[in-house]
């Protein structure tokens, strides 16, 4: 997320715009080693936007086009979190319900993140995101930590944190694709039993079809007989 002259939430030593390109890449790359084929929306600091009117919105429409475009499996979205209040901490998954697979991924995720991570809340409903609401593959918002907290903002500059989180990441992602890739065999499966159905019930209409023009034969040659 952000980028170029959006730098989003900063505090300290952390610029939102910044960090979230180091973990996306760092997150890419874990991810090409496992097999996965990755697509970033920027692989620079900057943005998407072709316009200074409206820069913002602008950018945020040309990132779901782009994702739109490569209809990927599933989208990540990396953010950081910042409040006015010091007190707010925690890592945290949000996503819409614009597509049902949404919360399941983030579900998934969280799960993973809790086995790693200590400071992970739960999972969040929110559909007014603009740029989330257009986009059609399922995926979900991490909101990585808050740097207005302390203890995030020091958490979130620890390598062996970042390694923490990229590799729950990573392993929620693969193991919702290994569980995506069951449901398609099985969809796959049931769709050539159903083609088995089809092929017997139409060689059984066809045998009724054929015992029914016999009986109309053998009722036309009893009724000549008869007369």
Known sequence: GHGGKDEGASSGLIKESKFNLII???????LISRGATVYLTREED???????????????????????????????????????????RGLQVFYTENNKENKVIAET??????????????????????????IKSPGVLVEAGFISNPNDNYLLRNEKYQNKLITSIADAIEKYSELLAVADNEIDEFNDLEFVHSEIAEIISDELNHIDRLKRMFSHFSGSETA
């Not at 996306?24 to 874990?30: D, I, V």
């Not at 929110?126 to 989330?132: A, E, I």
Request: glycine share 0%; no cysteine.
């Open 24 to 30: 996306t890449k760092k997150l890419e790359k874990e």
């Open 46 to 88: 900057n943005d998407l936007s072709t316009t200074t009117v409206n820069r913002k919105r602008n950018d945020l429409y040309n990132r779901a086009k782009y994702i739109n475009e490569i209809s990927p499996n599933m989208y990540i979205s990396i953010h950081l979190n910042s409040s006015p209040s010091s007190t707010w």
């Open 109 to 134: 995720i969280t799960n993973y993140l809790k086995e790693n991570i200590s400071n992970v809340r739960e999972i969040k409903k929110d559909n007014t995101y603009y740029m989330y609401k257009h």
